[in-house]
Nanobody
Framework: QVQLVESGGGLVQPGGSLRLSCAAS????????MGWYRQAPGKQRELVAT???????DYADSVKGRFTISRDNAKNTVYLQMNSLKPEDTAVYFC??????????????WGQGTLVTVSS
């Protein structure tokens, strides 16, 4: 069994910063892509950013230049540094990982989500 546990959400004023963390634990052989998604009230879940095991990143246009995704492979942890936050960034942020739990056996895992609220 593999679990993802997010932390770092909260309330922040517009223009502020937050850093989200997501740690994977359990039966892990390796982790391929890790990513962050978000879901605002009344909207569908959307991709925020992804990072491969060798550090290749991809971002949604709405967060390019403001958010930075990174990971520590030794700790099976992915981070999301969010700067210049806007009210429209308010959402529940979910961590996602493509986990190889034994050789050539893969599982997509989701975290429970962490709420980010951007408001004055």
């Amino acid at each position: 069994q593999v679990q993802l546990v997010e932390s770092g959400g909260g309330l922040v004023q517009p223009g502020g910063s937050l850093r989200l963390s997501c740690a994977a634990s359990g039966s892990i052989f390796s982790i391929n892509v890790m990513g962050w998604y978000r879901q605002a009230p009344g909207k569908q879940r959307e991709l925020v950013a992804t990072i491969t095991s060798i550090g290749t990143t991809d971002y949604a246009d709405s967060v390019k230049g403001r958010f930075t995704i990174s990971r520590d492979n030794a700790k099976n942890t992915v981070y999301l540094q969010m700067n210049s936050l806007k009210p429209e960034d308010t959402a529940v942020y979910f961590c996602n990982a493509d986990v190889e739990y034994s050789p050539d056996r893969y599982l997509e895992v989701w975290g429970q989500g962490t709420l980010v609220t951007v408001s004055s």
